[in-house]
């Protein structure tokens, strides 16, 4: 097979392609059914974040119960606690597996049906926690918490994606913003029916862990009404009468010109990008070998693994952003808070009861200012917004270590412990809480984007479980002390992002990723850890 002698791919014919028209983002009936089905996929992960917290008590008795029925004794205290400890922590691995290749699932599966296969995780995981009552084994919540776990890592990393490929420029903020609305919702869900007049009982806690049943069930029902996300179709799939068909359904309307000129701009990228890095691997395997090799130039879009995300460096930037984003998200302290509230609480005077239903109210805090972010997303934009809730959360973190210290001098400061408490919430929910999660979707093209996503939901669910594990063990160390290490990271987190994080309101994918091209200098050959996305270089094949 001959092959063209030049190869020749200029940055500036992406300018010169550029079209100034942008599609309106309409919310149709059918763009609002695919988003509540995946944005179910959200709530399944808060419910099950926040599910374990209120029957702790009663599954501590329920394993101390079965091993008597097996042996006849007891559990040590300390069993009892390290089976509860493996419990909760078997959730976070679950999800690191899951989000570790939710980037390969999508791809390969592709975005809807994914999200379909990955309820049948769920449904078998609330079906093990639920039975695990009838027959007496703790090893299926073991099991169920796990099989969940995995479940929600793949929705950490599924559902951010759809949101974003189904939306257009205008209201991807709006959209990408619906995960976290649906992980709070989640969390309030599993705080409300945990109170102990509800289902958090030592009779009911089994069908408490087995509702995860519901979010699964509904999905199954909804999503194979939905249409794939077309930007799938088009680039990864190069289906583009199926991607058409899905846009017209999304928009509601056969006038989509804008929204395909700019993906086949994308995927025109993509390929560009492909033949570099099949035609540098070829080079480079020339040079080792003296031969020469036929080369096919029917070439689809390539999807970036993981290795050479590394190796690119073009890359690099929006990487290191995205993982800078989701640890700026998890190593802020808010997991402490969540965790200790119910103690932060008490200390105020409140009784224990009283403090239990308390905490919901940090659960309906962060419903209320993530459902006020919403259309604040696309007027305000990302960078903005993510800023000021990490400087919020910076001043509070500060006065919470301050009260803390503080709080036996005089009883105003134990109240004022709750309110800087409740502050340093709302200041999550006005950024951190959301946008990490939509962020990457948007600073990747297609190509690399499921990689981006994979490698930072796992950075998200390891530092999750980090905080998790070590804030107890850095509580009995330092004491009141113990919020300053999050104030010294969110000032990081901070000046890093300022310098670093692009604004992405209303700008297309290409015109994002972009950003991160550089154009070469005359005569320049790049090589295979070429910072280039698009370059121009000369064959002697």
């Known amino acids: 097979m001959s092959t063209p002698d030049d190869i020749s791919i200029a940055v500036s014919s992406q300018k010169e392609l550029t079209i100034n028209d942008k599609s ?13 089905g995946a944005v179910l996929g959200s709530l399944q992960f808060g419910f099950n974040t926040g599910v374990i917290n209120a029957p702790e008590g009663k599954i501590k008795d329920f394993m101390n119960e079965t091993h008597i029925k097996r042996t006849g004794e007891q559990f040590s205290e300390d069993t009892v606690i390290n ?14 597996i899951g989000g570790l290749i939710a980037g390969w699932w999508a791809d390969f599966f592709g975005r809807k049906f994914g999200l379909i296969l990955n309820t049948l995780p769920g449904i078998a995981a609330a079906c093990l926690m639920f039975f695990s009552r009838h027959a007496s084994s703790y090893e299926m919540v073991i099991a169920g918490r796990f099989l969940v776990g995995f479940n929600c890592g793949l ?56 509702l995860c049943i519901i979010p699964c069930a509904l999905q199954l029902l909804v999503m194979p009404f939905c249409p794939e996300s077309p930007r799938y179709l088009l680039i990864t799939k190069e289906q583009e009468e199926k991607a058409l068909s899905s846009l017209r359904t999304l928009r509601g309307t056969s006038m989509v010109d804008a929204d395909i000129s700019e993906m086949k701009r994308e995927q025109s990228n993509s390929r560009a990008e492909a033949k570099e890095y099949i035609k540098t691997n070829i080079l480079v395997r020339n040079r080792r070998t003296m031969g020469r090799l036929a080369i096919s130039y029917k070439i689809k879009c390539k999807v970036i693994g993981m290795l050479h995300l590394f190796k690119k460096k073009s890359l690099w930037m929006p990487l290191v952003i ?53 259309p604040l997303m696309d007027i305000i934009g990302r960078r903005t917004l993510h800023l000021t809730g990490l400087a919020g959360m910076f ?11 503080f709080q036996d001098q005089a009883k105003w400061v134990k109240i004022a412990t709750i309110v800087v408490s409740l502050c340093f919430v709302v200041f999550f929910a006005i950024g ?15 190509g690399p984007r499921p990689a981006a996503m994979s490698i930072s939901v796992l950075i ?10 070590l804030y107890p063990i850095l509580q009995k160390a330092i004491g009141h002390y113990s919020f300053l290490p999050f104030t010294g990271f969110l ?41 280039l996305v698009l370059f121009k270089t000369k064959s002697t094949l």
């Open 24 to 36: 309106d983002g309409k919310i149709t009936g059918r763009l609002m059914l695919a988003v509540f």
């Open 83 to 96: 089976l509860y400890s493996l419990l909760v922590a078997i959730f976070a691995v679950g999800g690191m």
């Open 155 to 210: 929705y950490t990393g599924l559902t951010p994606l759809y949101l974003s490929e189904i939306s257009t420029p205008n209201i991807r903020g709006a959209l990408g913003t619906l995960h976290q609305f649906g992980v709070v919702i989640g969390i309030l869900l599993s705080q409300v029916l945990g109170f102990p007049e509800v289902l958090g009982t030592g009779q009911n806690w089994h069908v408490l862990l087995g």
């Open 322 to 374: 995205s993982v800078i984003m989701h640890l700026s998200q998890q190593l802020s302290g808010i997991n402490a808070i969540f965790y200790y509230s119910a103690t932060l609480f008490k200390s105020a005077g409140v009784s224990e009861i009283t403090a239990a239903h308390a905490t919901s109210g940090i659960g309906a805090i962060m419903v209320v200012v993530s459902l006020i972010t919403i």
């Open 395 to 405: 001043i509070f973190s500060i006065l919470i270590t301050l009260s803390l210290v």
């Open 432 to 446: 951190p809480g959301s946008i990490p999660w939509m962020i990457v979707a948007e600073l990747f093209s297609q």
């Open 460 to 469: 998200n669910w390891i530092s999750n479980f980090a905080v998790g594990y």
């Open 491 to 531: 000032a990081i987190f901070w000046v890093f992002l300022l310098k670093y994080l692009p604004e992405t309101k209303n700008k297309t994918i290409e015109e994002i990723s972009s950003q991160w091209e550089r154009k070469p200098k005359e005569g320049y050959i790049a090589t295979e850890d070429t910072g």
